[in-house]
């Protein structure tokens, strides 16, 4: 076989071969990466451009390339435990291994870089947020008065309310959001759902665990937590609607509360003006009467 055949099946291979690149989105974990010896970008807004520009050359080759975001003090951790060298590249290529199978990731689409680093950064955060609330669920343990396991039965109710939620009759699209107060942040979720030819609704397998995670956990706390859900057709108004959570139950509220909720800033307090081709409408009610208090722990 002569040489130029092997070049060309090698560049065949490497056309099937996918790869992720761990970056430094943010300058302080870029000022702490600069420690190492052997990493040797001096200057942030420099390196973002040469990542930028290998990406778009892997994307003209024709191969797939996804983004994860590398976490100095993550790294420095799994060198401890692994007993590799932290100033060394074949470390940091393994730490990167380790993100895209375990870590979250988006694919380079050909966008720009400040376009993709949002849409990574709040894949970091769902990611996060699904984490701790699947953690909170896990140590609760099992209720004094009836030995149940208070996250799974507390999963369980909020998989029954997602399922009535998502019947409510009615055409379109749908957006909903819970928000589950907790320290040092809300814990937030959204869940898309659409409808197809034939009315069946259509959604995405991890968003849906995803959120039913957090009302979960806004159950099994006893949380103040509030779901809203925003309704998109063809033809028709924004509807928004939404509920409060009560023990393990969801309390509809009125389209004066919707309004409100929708119309206050929730850091200031200070009233936001209400959207243009947007109803605020009562919310139809969720749930049964039997579910009043959830587990007293």
């Known amino acids: 076989m002569t040489r130029t055949q092997h070049t060309t099946m090698r560049r065949a291979l490497r056309r099937e071969v996918a790869g992720t690149i761990g970056l430094l989105a943010d300058e302080d974990d870029f000022a702490a990466m600069r420690r190492y010896r052997t990493f040797t970008f001096d200057d942030h807004t420099t390196y973002l451009r040469q990542a930028e520009g290998l990406l778009r050359s892997l994307a003209s ?12 003090e993550e790294y420095a951790e799994y060198c401890a435990e692994a007993g590799l060298d932290p100033d060394a590249p074949a470390s940091r290529t393994r730490f990167t291994a380790e993100l895209a199978a375990t870590g979250p990731t988006v694919p380079y689409d050909g966008r720009p870089l400040a376009d993709l680093l949002p849409d990574l950064v709040d894949e970091a955060v769902r990611r996060a947020t699904w984490e701790y609330a699947t953690m909170l669920l896990a140590r609760l343990g099992a209720c ?3 030995g149940e396991d208070i996250g799974r039965a507390a999963f369980n109710r909020a998989s029954d309310l997602l399922v009535q939620l998502l019947d409510i009759p009615g055409p379109g699209t749908r957006h909903l959001v819970c928000s589950v107060p907790a320290a040092p942040e809300t814990l937030l979720a959204a869940l898309h759902t659409a409808q197809d030819t034939e009315g069946n609704t259509q959604l995405d397998e991890t968003e849906a665990l995803e959120f039913t995670t957090i009302l979960a956990a806004g159950i099994a706390t006893h949380s103040a937590a509030g779901l809203v859900m925003r309704t998109v057709a063809d033809g028709r108004r924004d509807r928004v609607q939404g509920w409060r959570l009560h023990g393990e139950r969801l309390l509809p509220l009125t389209a004066a509360e919707v309004f409100d909720a929708y119309c206050t800033d929730a850091v200031s307090g200070d009233l936001v003006a209400p959207e243009s081709g947007v109803d605020y409408c009562a919310a139809p ?11 007293r722990h």
């Open 285 to 295: 009610t969720v749930g049964d009467a039997e579910a009043e208090g959830g587990h």
């Open 61 to 72: 080759e024709g191969g797939h390339t996804a983004i994860a975001l590398f976490d100095p």
């Open 144 to 146: 004094a008065v009836c």
